[in-house]
C-alpha cells in the first residue's frame, strides 16, 4: 500500500498494526504531515513509514503488547540500542540505521508537537557513523566524450535514439542534472533556441532554474527533429522507443555501452555525470554557494564534499608530476 494516494482514507493500524489504535493513528497523521507540509516523494514516506513499523514491532515484542502513545514516550535508551543492534545483526549497514533513526525521531517530534510528550530516549542514543565517500567524476576528456552523440555513431541502433540519449547525458553533465530530473521535462519546457535555462522539480519538490549551454540545446533540438514520435507540449520531452515516457534503465544501460567502448570503470555512471559537473565546475573557479544552487542541494555541507575531490586531484597530480613527490 502506497503513501503516495493518500486520498483513500486508511486506519492506523492496517498501515502500523504493531501498534495500539492511538499510536497507530498519529503515525499516519505523521507521515500525512510529511506529505502535505514538508512535500517529501512517495520514496521517502514508504521508507519512514517502514523504518518506523520496524522499530514499533520491536516495541511490541519487548513489551508483549502493542506500544501505546504513553509506552512510545517512556521507552529506555537500552531499548533503541538493542533495536539498532538487532538491525546491524541482520546485516542491515549504518546509512540504512542512521535513515531509520531519523524517522523514528522525526515521529518523536511529532509527538511532542502535538502534545503527547517527549520521547528523550531516542536523543540520548549517539547516531551510527557514516564514512563519508568521495564522488568519483570522470575526467573532463571522458565527460565530453560521453555526451558527444559521434561516440555512438557505429551502433546499429536508430540515429533518433542515438540522439536521444546524447541529449540526456547531455543535461546530466551540462546541466548537473539528475537522471530523474531530466526525464521530467515536458516538450513545452525543452531548451532549444533562445531558451538557455530551463525549471526542474528537485528533491523535495523545490523548483530551481538551471542554465543549459548551448552544445546541450542542440544536441535536444537534434533530437527532436529525428524523434519519430509525436511530443506534445504537456507530454515527456524524451520518450522510449514505443513513445511512451523514457525509462532511467535505459539511459544506465546506455552508459554500460560507453563504459565498454571507451574503457571507463565501473563508477562511470549518469549520476557520475552530475558529480563532474559540479567538480569540473569547481576546479575552474566556480563558487561553492553558486554550485549549491545549480545543485539543488538544501545545505552548503553536501556540496563541500566536492572540495575534497578536487583537493584529491590536485595531490595526485603532485604525486605524479613533482621531483620530490616520488
Known sequence: MTLANANQPVTGALRFPAAAPDLAGEAVAWLGHLAAERRASGHTLEAYGRDLRQFLNFLALENGANPTIADFCAIRPSVVRDFMAERRAQGVESRSLLRGLAGVRSFARHLERNGHGQASALNA???????????????????????????RAGEARPQWVLARDAAVLGLLYGAGLRISEALSLTREGAPIGAIDQITVVG?????????????VRDAIADYITLCPWPLPPKGPLFVGAKGGAL???????????????????????????????ATHLLARGGDLRSIQELLGHASLSTTQIYTAVDSARLLEAWKSAHPRAR
Open 125 to 151: 542514543v549517539r547516531t551510527p557513523k557514516i564514512a563519508r565517500s568521495i564522488p568519483k567524476p570522470l575526467t573532463a576528456a571522458d565527460a565530453c566524450e560521453v555526451a558527444d552523440p559521434a561516440t
Open 203 to 215: 528533491k523535495g519538490r523545490k523548483l530551481r532554474s538551471v542554465p543549459v549551454i548551448g552544445p
Open 247 to 277: 525509462s532511467p534503465r535505459i539511459i544506465q544501460l546506455a552508459m554500460e555501452r560507453m563504459r565498454g567502448a571507451l574503457g571507463l570503470p565501473d563508477t562511470a555512471t549518469p549520476h557520475a555525470l552530475r558529480h563532474s559537473f
